[in-house]
């Protein structure tokens, strides 16, 4: 008896300058199981549902468990982690694309260092003199605790800007995910010491001012960051530094 | 010496990151291989926190205290000294983390709050959520990206590492690493060479670990003459959700938080009437209960499902259940692992007992290091007996023993990276001769045995596949391996191992192609793991007791006359060699290793002594 079948749909692609097509496949359906274990399958036996034998399909992976944000991809037309894409909850056939808004590797996989990029144009960290021991850090409250490490769970997936209308292979829009972590640093104690540097990082070419308030960023987060709160209060911090910056702080 | 020396760090998890910067902090430029970007490094996946006797709950907590828990509890296998180094510095490692802005849960008072975990009976744990290890190596990673601006730190992410440099003495003088994109293979000088590689979880196919832990770079240096040492010491965690592609880890912080693991009774004597929760770690350990160590734990869920028959249902299976813990309290301090089970099995954990059973997790073994000893000889932190090559976090041996106490990890990668960074510095600045004066042959003598190694792969044209061996390798050890050990079975494994080895060189790679070809990548790991595998096996077989993670029925007891001593495993053409070093248990003396009752001091004469002088 044959069992039931689950049906992918892959978009592949064996590298950057090749043309793009689709091929079908059939993995066995076991209860539970995620898009990860159909990739998997696909790696033991790497046979198109017409037969054909094929390289196994690429893609990035590591933890299983969305915390490291590697398996990134487009699923049934929206961004999100293959790990946490359970079979049961997904339309098939199953489509899975790459992410549209970064430089194609191969099949699923993307170049995403723009985002690491990011995060040093903007100074995203505190700086510590030193990791010798010098005491404690600075006391605050739990109320404020629960707010930032909420945000400081950002995985630097790509979600946000692969649904961001500003963002665009050709250009450098920084993206919501390091506005973010500006916002985090700029609130703790001791990076706050450091938040117009920050802020004049954020405000040069590609940055906060190219934001067009479409709002998708927050709908995207697997994380459920409060991205657009992100994004208003690194504006309000912007203004101010403009006006300060006026009357020549 | 004449140019700068050059640096090599391997792996971008916390040992590596610690490593980096406690280097770049020197003013000596690093070079960092990591086969992701090392943000996505499976540090990520720790989840309940890092231990430290800050003693700000007024239960008079000390380092002392924390080494014997952390001794006692790995059942004496470990080295002592280091470990006493490493509680020692545990406070000011937590401290250091604080400083660079680890949104770590807090007091009332804002101070840095403190949870119990299991082995101890103090507030011990500082942690941020329930992903402590993805916060503290978030924080790593900004430091070394503040480096990298600096221009002390360059990055090579999408690199692995397949093997070291030799030269004819035997010193290690840089690393042959791949890039996975284009295919292309390069050989790196370097005058000290820092593997930071992770544990090998991926031998027994699916645990709780990453995708990219396969110990494939330990088994390089370990297949070219690096000692092995404690392969045998796995540890499996008692809490993990069974799934198709992994095992994932339901913290032990749940338990710390107060989680209880139950089964429906079955009414005998001396248990609850029939389908009233069994509590049985708490009837068994009185005075540990849920908390007892995770070797002991596992142990306690195999007896109630394989021996005795009472698994959910018959199943392999048990409850672990917060529904008696106020939610918010489940949110501020383990949302992380609600959501993991949330998303994962679809029901949730705060209103419904989550379902459980154990995994494998951890690896005790790995890299044998060295720590600076008194007898005259120069010795090295973290340094491996190839000199220039040295290892820190899970790929080495140093710091638990025969069991890793929970939240004791992110502590020794961390504190094994501060050691090791600095050691590797003195190291090769009392060398006479630097890796770039070293002969141009030794590097084309190894970049050539890589690349005919990897002509010889992409030619193979048989039936076997090598994701499909490879799963089969995982069952074979998943089955002898674990947690009940039995020598007919681990001979059984042994041959096994060796009829996979012959396979392997069966395989078809289904893709021959130089760009990002994974099957490629994925089939060298693959045959590194079979290597690693055979000389954890062995180490297995040949210990005939129990100790730690290590459990033989046929061999109860824990044997101090016989085996307390470091498995070391020297590789060979025809196997592993096996051989035994004494452990250094000059602070405290050998006890029996009992939690149904309290640990029983240990040592006052000793204790003592330590802190007055």
Known sequence: MIGRMVRMRVRRQDGPDQSSRWEDFEVPYRQGMNVITCLQDIQKKPVTRDGKTVPPVAWECSCLEEVCGSCTMVINGKPRQSCSALVDQLTEPIRLEPMSKFPLIRDLIVDRSRMFEALKRVRAWVPIDGTHDLGPGPRFSPEKQQVYYQLQRCMTCGCCLEVCPQVTTGNNFIGAAAISQVRIFNAHPTGAMHASERIDALTEEGGIQDCGNAQNCVEACPKEIDLVESIADMNRQATRRIIQKMFGG | ?613
């Not at chain 2, 480096?147 to 030799?166: Q, S």
């Not at chain 2, 938080?257 to 004597?269: A, I, L, M």
């Not at chain 2, 053409?573 to 939690?595: H, N, Q, W």
């Open chain 2, 1 to 613: 010496m004449a140019e700068k020396p050059r640096f090599i760090v391997v792996g971008g998890g916390l040992a590596g990151l610690m490593t980096v910067i406690k280097i770049a902090e020197a003013g000596q430029h690093v070079d960092l291989f990591s086969v992701v970007p090392v943000k996505r490094s499976h540090s990520v996946c720790a989840q309940g926190g890092i231990n430290g006797a800050v003693n700000t709950k007024g239960e008079g907590d000390t380092p002392w205290e924390h080494f014997d828990d952390s001794i006692y509890g790995g059942d004496f296998l470990a080295d002592q000294p280091p470990v006493q180094k490493m509680c020692e510095a545990a406070p000011g490692i937590i401290y250091m983390f604080d400083r660079m802005g680890v949104m770590f849960n807090r007091t009332s008072e804002g101070l840095l709050d403190f949870r119990r975990f299991g082995g101890t009976k103090h507030h011990r744990t500082a942690f941020a959520g329930a992903t402590t290890g993805q916060q503290l190596l978030y924080a790593l990673d900004e430091q070394v990206r503040r480096y990298e601006v600096a221009g002390l730190v360059t990055k090579y992410e999408g690199w692995e590492f397949i093997g070291y440099v030799p030269d004819d003495a035997g010193q290690c003088r840089g690393a042959i690493c791949q890039q996975m994109v284009s295919g292309k293979i390069q050989s790196f000088r370097s005058d000290a060479v820092i593997l930071a590689t992770g544990g090998p979880g991926l031998i027994f196919g699916r645990s709780t670990n990453s995708t990219i832990n396969t110990g494939s770079a330990a088994s390089a240096a370990y297949q070219q003459g690096a000692w092995y040492a404690n392969g045998e010491f796995i540890q499996v965690h008692p809490t993990a959700i069974p799934g198709e592609d992994k095992l994932r880890l339901m913290s032990e912080s749940i338990r710390g938080e107060g989680g209880r693991v139950w089964v429906p009774s079955d009414g005998k004597e001396g248990r609850p009437p029939v389908g009233q929760p069994w509590y049985f770690l708490e009837a068994m350990y009185p005075a540990y209960g849920n908390l007892v160590p995770r070797d002991i734990a596992t142990r306690a869920i195999f007896k109630i499902c394989r021996e005795l028959g009472l698994g959910i249902d018959g199943k392999d299976k048990v409850y672990l259940d917060v529904t008696h813990i106020p939610v918010a309290v489940l949110n501020a301090k383990l949302e992380g692992v609600m959501e993991i089970y949330e998303k994962f099995v679809g029901q949730d954990p705060r209103k419904v007992p989550m379902q459980i059973f154990p995994a494998v997790h951890y690896s005790m073994g790995g890299l044998w290091v060295d720590y600076p000893r008194d007898d005259g000889q120069p010795h090295h932190w973290q340094m491996t007996n190839v000199p220039g090559l040295f290892a820190v976090g899970e790929c080495e041996f140093g710091y638990h023993g025969a069991n890793r106490l929970g939240a004791n990890s992110l502590l020794s990668t961390v504190f094994a990276g501060m050691m090791g960074g600095p050691d590797s510095i003195k190291f090769v600045k009392a060398q006479e001769s630097t890796a770039a004066e070293a002969s141009q042959s030794i590097f084309d003598r190894e970049m050539k045995r890589h690349d005919d190694f990897n002509k010889r792969l992409l030619a193979l044209d048989g039936p076997e596949n090598p994701f499909q061996l490879h799963a089969e390798l995982g069952d074979l050890m998943t089955g002898a391996m674990t947690v009940v050990r039995y020598n007919d079975k681990l001979k059984a494994a042994l041959t096994s191992i060796a009829s996979l080895r012959e396979r392997f060189w069966k395989i078809t790679l289904t893709d021959k192609g130089a760009w990002m070809n994974q099957p490629l990548h994925f089939s060298r790991q693959l045959h590194n793991m079979l290597i690693l595998a055979e000389a954890m096996t062995l180490g297995a077989l040949q210990r005939d007791e129990s100790r730690g993670a290590h459990y033989k029925p046929d061999f109860p007891e824990r044997d101090d006359a016989r085996f307390l001593k470091t498995t070391l495993a020297q590789f060979t053409p025809e196997g592993p060699k096996l051989s035994y070093m004494a452990v250094d248990t000059s602070l405290i003396t050998p006890r029996a290793r009992k939690y149904d009752v309290d640990k029983k001091g240990g040592d006052a004469e000793t204790k003592a002594a330590a802190l007055t002088g």
